[in-house]
């Protein structure tokens, strides 16, 4: 086989077989297809697409490229969620114990990464103790016992697919729907989910900005996950603005608890239920997703998902009783207010900038050495929709210097007001199946 002639396939509309497909990807991974010529065939994709058997072929050749997670140890339906990436994104700390506590096994492998906020498993260190650095076997063992462990990024997972990314962000590749869906699928389909739950996000401060593009990324992903065995479905939900309140480390730790406690911010509360009926539903645990929403509604009334939460806590090291006081949580050193300057409704709370304020803070990193802060961030007082009056907060900001002109200024250009009062945004858009 020659890598020119699958280029030229590729640039004049035709279909790559299953072999020459896995042939490119076995060949750019160890080395012997030069990246210039893996940059041309990516561009003949941008340009000409992939068909769904294509889509399923590329994806399962990245899963291939290195190591996969084995979870047949965990006896369920191993359902797994992924979000396409927001501001403030509280969902998975919420989930894990959410559906955890009606006996769905959350058999998590997270990573820290770069971003507004850090991810997961540094949002989860806030909690002193707390730690991820665990062995497989006792990860297993911890899922089967309690339903819900989280372990750090280890071995060798889609090297195809970072090769892959890296080259598509300076070729000018990046946007291209099967290359994106199967980019995520794969290290979904890697780490060893039997299911997968997608949150698309969507709007200003989402990946995709648009509805229709959403929709094709998730009808993409969806498809890709159906024709390679794994039962898959997608929500697509709004990024126009943050979700919930909170935009921090700990000050998202102590949102998810609210929410466990049925006390969240009521956005977020019913976009965990949502995805946490389907991956219940997907699970096999309930016959109907209104019978699945039903069980994660109970489990917060009557108070085993915050059970869960200080169970899954205190088994990896943490300090659970920070469940019952919240105080515990690091704690900013500054409080300020950002006032609002006159009567009116918010309008517009522009996702992105919100984050860029969080990360000026240092809630965020900006490069994979940076530490971050976990006391500081910001917590919304208003959304999209709501009245204020002059002088009123419109968002409280937890940082650990006190010269923060520039935090103001990124949020008050942010935070938008109109005279009228604007439509509030649809939070669930879609579910695709
Ligand atoms: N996120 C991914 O993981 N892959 C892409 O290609 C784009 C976004
Ligand atoms: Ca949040």
């Known amino acids: ?46 340009f000409n697409g992939m068909t769904e058997r294509e889509r399923a072929d590329l994806t399962m050749a990245m899963v291939e490229s290195g190591d996969q997670i084995d979870l047949s140890e965990i006896e369920g339906v191993k359902v797994d969620k992924h979000s396409t990436g927001g501001v403030g994104d509280t969902t998975t700390l919420v989930l894990g114990p959410l559906v955890a506590a009606v006996d769905v096994p959350v058999a998590k492998m997270s990573g ?27 990860f297993i063992d911890l899922v ?27 070729t000018a590749t990046v946007n291209s729907i099967p290359l994106i869906a199967s980019s995520i699928m794969s290290k979904k389909i890697a780490a060893g989910a039997d299911a997968i739950v997608l949150d698309v996000k969507t709007g200003a401060g989402a990946f ?41 480390n700990a000050l998202e730790v102590k949102e998810a608890i609210d929410t ?6 009521k956005d977020l509360t019913e976009l965990c239920l949502t995805l946490g009926s389907h991956m219940v539903y997907v699970s096999g645990k309930a016959s109907s997703l209104a019978e699945a929403r039903a069980m994660l509604e109970n489990a917060i009334k009557d108070g085993s998902a915050l059970e869960k939460m200080k169970q899954f806590l205190s088994s990896q090291g943490g300090d659970g009783s920070i469940v019952d006081d919240l105080s515990k949580l690091p704690q900013a050193k ?13 309008s517009e709370i522009i996702a992105d900038q919100v984050g860029t304020a969080a990360m000026l803070l240092g809630a965020g990193r900006a490069t994979k050495e940076s ?44 935070i938008k007001l109109s005279e009228t009062k604007p439509e509030t945004p649809t939070l669930i858009h879609e579910e695709i199946t």
């Open 1 to 46: 086989m020659r890598m020119v002639d699958l280029i030229e396939k590729k640039r004049d509309g035709l279909e790559l077989s299953t072999e020459e497909v896995n042939y490119f990807i076995k060949g750019y991974t160890e080395g012997s297809i030069p990246d210039y010529q893996v940059s041309a065939i990516m561009m003949a994709i941008y």
């Open 112 to 138: 820290r990464g770069l971003g507004h906020t850090g991810g997961t498993i540094d949002k989860l260190e806030s909690v002193s103790g707390f730690h991820v650095e665990i062995e497989n076997a006792e």
């Open 144 to 170: 089967n016992k309690n339903k819900i462990a989280v372990i750090g990024q280890s071995g060798n997972l889609t090297p195809a697919d970072k090769k892959l990314y890296a080259l598509r962000d300076v």
């Open 208 to 248: 995709m900005k648009t509805l229709d593009d959403s929709r094709e990324l998730a009808k993409a992903m969806v498809r890709i996950g159906n024709n390679v065995g794994r039962k898959t479905m997608a929500v697509i939900s709004d990024m126009s603005q943050p979700l919930g309140f909170a935009i921090g």
């Open 260 to 265: 466990l406690r049925g006390e969240g911010p």
């Open 334 to 346: 500054y409080i300020f207010e950002l006032e609002a300057e006159e009567d009116g409704y918010v």
């Open 371 to 414: 530490e971050i802060d976990l006391a500081v961030g910001i917590l919304l007082r208003k959304k999209i929709g709501d009245q204020v009056k002059k002088g009123e907060s419109l968002a409280t900001i937890h940082s650990n210097f006190e010269d923060i002109a520039q935090v103001k200024q990124k949020l008050t250009q942010s």
